[in-house]
């Protein structure tokens, strides 16, 4: 009789673990976020980018990818940062992205591509990347110039204090290459 009653016990404990498993799993497949929130709640950041990792692989939309910036933002996390700006800025539907967004500005905000752009750039500097983040932010200005948003001004506003002498230098000696505009020009008034 006692072998019966621990033979059901153990059955009936498989059972549970193999419905709670297969309710996990399917949870995990059809509604990471989900998931993602609930290990979020109870703190478990590492746990809930994997679920917020797995909804962005599934759907490759966008807009799970600014859940992504957003939630390593909130968590301090520059690698994760670096790495989902970076796939943001490359995502096939950025700039589609980025029109939408700035069609619900003013014309003195600034845009999104450049916000975006910026914001990786001083990501980088932060990461220890300077070269990186100077080298991308001519990129971007010899294709669009040198305007009022581009990321050399938000390096220069957000991280020139972080930066050492001989990076100074070359952040100088880059804005020199450009045509002289008011931009430049007051870029340029924070090296004296």
């Not at 621990?6 to 399917?26: L, P, Q, R, Y």
């Not at 976020?33 to 939309?61: H, L, P, R, W």
């Amino acid at each position: 009789m006692k072998k019966l009653i621990n033979k059901t016990i153990v059955i009936t404990i498989s059972a549970i673990v193999c419905i709670v498993s297969a309710v996990f799993g399917a949870l995990c497949i059809f509604a990471p976020t989900s998931i993602a929130s609930v290990f979020e709640d109870m703190g478990c950041y590492k746990q809930s980018m994997f679920f917020y990792e797995m909804k962005y692989e599934q759907s490759n939309d966008i807009d799970d990818l600014i859940v992504l910036i957003d939630k390593a933002y909130g968590n301090g996390d520059e690698d994760g940062l670096e790495e989902y700006l970076s796939s943001l800025i490359w995502h096939k539907n950025f700039y589609k992205y980025c029109q939408s967004q700035d069609a619900n500005l003013s014309a003195n905000d600034m845009p999104t591509q450049d916000y975006f752009v910026g914001y990786y750039a001083t990501v980088l500097i932060d990461n220890g990347k300077f070269e990186n983040a100077l080298n991308m932010s001519k990129s971007y200005v010899n294709k669009f110039t040198y305007t009022e948003f581009n990321p050399i001004r938000t390096i220069v506003k957000e991280s020139f204090n972080v930066l050492t002498a001989e990076q100074k230098e070359q952040l100088k000696q880059t804005i020199l290459t450009y045509e002289q505009n008011a931009f430049v020009l007051e870029d340029l008034n924070k090296f004296n």
